[in-house]
Antibody, heavy 118, light 110 residues
């Protein structure tokens, strides 16, 4: 059974940093691109970042470019999102999602809440 | 402002059919397959339709998808109260080099 479990969310002050983790199990992690997708309270889904299976290709939404860094450790079956210079508008539930065939987010984690507030 | 455009809400009676549209451009829907996601209140999104019209195992055939040009449509027949949820379309955008979603459509089964 595919499982994605996010952790690392919490309350942080504007300008602060946070590192999210996503632990994957039930599939060959090193064979799949992985993504972060976020959802602000009461709002829709917003794609944040994508990393290919071998970390060769990395993409970011313009809203986070230069502040967030996606990475992965295939030996540990883990995905990460380092978030720096956090802003109030980064407040959201952050989901880890497996990507299949470029356009299909076929499995999602339960999400971790990040709140940026003073 | 989402790259893909969906109606904010749709509604229909139990047993009826409803369609949800998703409009994009040649750099996203026109170039890639479209997926649809279902999000029940307080839960994570779940894949409903992929590659425009394929259903993952466990998704009933009441749910169907189609695509024409730069638009896609999700159809749900035999509506049930349990179908009340938010529905999102999604794909990749080659101009943005980014994943893109619609703003979401809230389905109400009256």
């Amino acid at each position: 059974e595919v499982q994605l479990v996010e952790s690392g969310g919490g309350l942080v002050k504007p300008g602060g940093s946070l590192r999210l983790s996503c632990a994957a199990s039930g599939f060959t992690f090193s064979s799949y691109s992985m993504n972060w997708v976020r959802q602000a309270p009461g709002k829709g889904l917003e794609w944040v970042s994508s990393i290919s299976s071998s970390s060769s290709y990395i993409y970011y939404a313009d809203s986070v470019k230069g502040r967030f860094t996606i990475s992965r450790d295939n030996a540990k079956n883990s995905l990460y999102l380092q978030m720096n210079s956090l802003r109030a508008e980064d407040t959201a539930v952050y989901y880890c999602a497996r990507l299949r065939s470029n356009t299909v987010f076929d499995f999602w984690g339960q999400g971790t809440l990040v709140t940026v507030s003073s | 402002q989402s790259v893909l455009t969906q109606p904010p809400s749709v509604s229909a009676a139990p047993g009826q059919k409803v369609t949800i549209s998703c409009s994009g451009s040649t750099s996203n829907i026109g170039a890639y397959y479209v997926s649809w996601y279902l999000q029940l209140p307080g839960t994570a999104p779940k894949l409903l339709i992929y590659d425009n019209n394929k259903r993952p195992s466990g998704i009933p055939d009441r749910f169907s998808g189609s695509k024409s040009g730069t638009s896609a449509t999700l159809a749900i027949t035999g509506l049930q109260t349990g179908d009340e949820a938010d529905y999102y379309c999604g794909t990749w955008d080659t101009s943005l080099s980014a994943g893109v979603f619609g703003g979401g459509t809230k389905l109400t089964v009256l």
